[in-house]
């Protein structure tokens, strides 16, 4: 019987090739047949590992979760950017790799991501999700998230909405 050790921790601009083959797993799976393909390969090429490298080496919040020794899944996260919404803090990306979907870890990214938002005096916050997503909008309703906002995005042609869950302190 062997032992895995499944880790959170803050992420170093050494794990940044990690975090764009991780990025580019869980966008290819969450949104192949929502964003259109040619758009969806654009936002994907756009965050290889220089653009990772150096958001981390500039202070971005990345939380990893590591399962042994490899890289499961990432949190992204920081101030509301949103003025429009009076929460003070908000996740702005939450993926795992598609092999590491539905075991619990994007709850427990979840939560060391929010707690990490708490201890900065973050203590109520939001995410957005697309709609068509529906493994994330299943995903943050079952964390609690209420719907409190809704928006959309142009993907080239194509216009996708999106909503907004909260959490207060």
């Known amino acids: 019987m062997s032992t895995v050790l499944i880790e959170i921790r803050r992420a170093k601009p050494a794990d940044a090739e990690a975090v764009a083959a991780t990025h580019d797993a869980a966008w ?5 047949g929502i964003i259109p393909g040619p758009e969806l390969e654009k936002l994907i090429s756009r965050r290889g590992p220089g653009w990772w490298e150096n958001a981390i080496a500039k202070g971005s919040r990345v939380a990893l979760l590591g399962f042994g020794d490899r890289i499961a899944g990432y949190a992204n996260y920081g101030r509301n950017r949103a003025r429009s919404l009076y929460y003070d803090g908000e996740i702005y990306e939450l ?3 598609p092999e590491f979907q539905g075991l619990g870890f994007g709850r427990k990214l ?3 991501a929010r707690r990490d938002l708490g201890q900065s005096g973050m203590s109520s916050l939001v ?3 697309l709609s068509d997503n529906e493994n994330a909008v ?3 309703r079952n964390l609690g998230g209420r719907a ?11 216009v996708l909405d999106k909503v907004a869950y909260a959490w207060q302190g």
């Open 28 to 32: 290819r799976t969450s949104y192949r």
């Open 95 to 97: 993926y795992l790799r």
């Open 110 to 112: 979840f939560q060391a």
């Open 127 to 129: 995410v957005w999700a």
């Open 138 to 140: 299943g995903f943050y």
């Open 148 to 158: 409190v906002a809704r928006s959309s995005e142009r993907f080239g042609g194509k």
